[in-house]
């Protein structure tokens, strides 16, 4: 079955710690996605990457970073300079033509020991 | 310019019922106007999309309207579920270069339906 593999499901990070986040897609898309869900602010757009070696930040970058060294593959760093951490997280991606649907990933909860 | 205003945030409808969700947008750059649906602790999954050349566009129960002059759009589900109790986005994208479509969302609204 074709789709977007997050992991881990929930995750705990220590103060002053940088922890990453798994996607992973068998579609064969070339855009994908990060984004952040907060409770009664729907997605907000951390990064994308429309190919292999490219990704432009979004509306929330700050204090996240990302690479895009496969077209499978695009993992989130969230980093210490990011304070407040906490939410939860979900990829997505979609075929290469334009205006495309985005397919989501089930998310990975972020949480602050 | 680039929001996309959702309402209300929450419903609560009978079985049975008829749910309306609203989404308002500025950007008449906008051209493709998904409809997602989340249930608790999944992503996102596409219900129903439309662009702009249609004035209505109707999958099963769920029924995308939309009118570009007032730059709304509208979600109605008919004869609601209790399975349809999940949360429920609306989105906008306009065309760029390249492969990405970058989606402005609404804030969600949580539909209940009650027995």
Known sequence: DGGITQSPKYLFRKEGQNVTL?????????????????????????????????????????????????????????????????????????????????????GTRLSIL | QQQVKQSPQSLIVQKGGISIINCAYENTAFDYFPWYQQF????????????????????????????????????????????DSATYFCAASYPRGGTASKLTFGTGTRLQVTL
């Open chain 2, 40 to 83: 608790p602790g999944k992503g996102p999954a596409l219900l129903i999309a439309i662009r702009p050349d249609v004035s209505e566009k109707k999958e099963g129960r769920f029924t995308i309207s939309f009118n570009k002059s007032a730059k709304q759009f509208s979600l109605h589900i008919m004869d609601s579920q209790p399975g």
């Open chain 1, 22 to 106: 798994s996607c992973e897609q068998n579609l064969n898309h070339d855009a994908m996605y990060w984004y952040r869900q907060d409770p009664g602010q729907g997605l907000r757009l951390i990064y994308y990457s429309q190919i292999v070696n490219d990704f432009q930040k979004g509306d929330i970058a700050e204090g996240y970073s990302v690479s895009r060294e496969k077209k499978e593959s695009f993992p989130l760093t969230v980093t210490s300079a990011q304070k407040n951490p906490t939410a939860f997280y979900l990829c997505a991606s979609n075929p290469p033509q334009g205006n495309q649907p985005q397919h989501f990933g089930d």
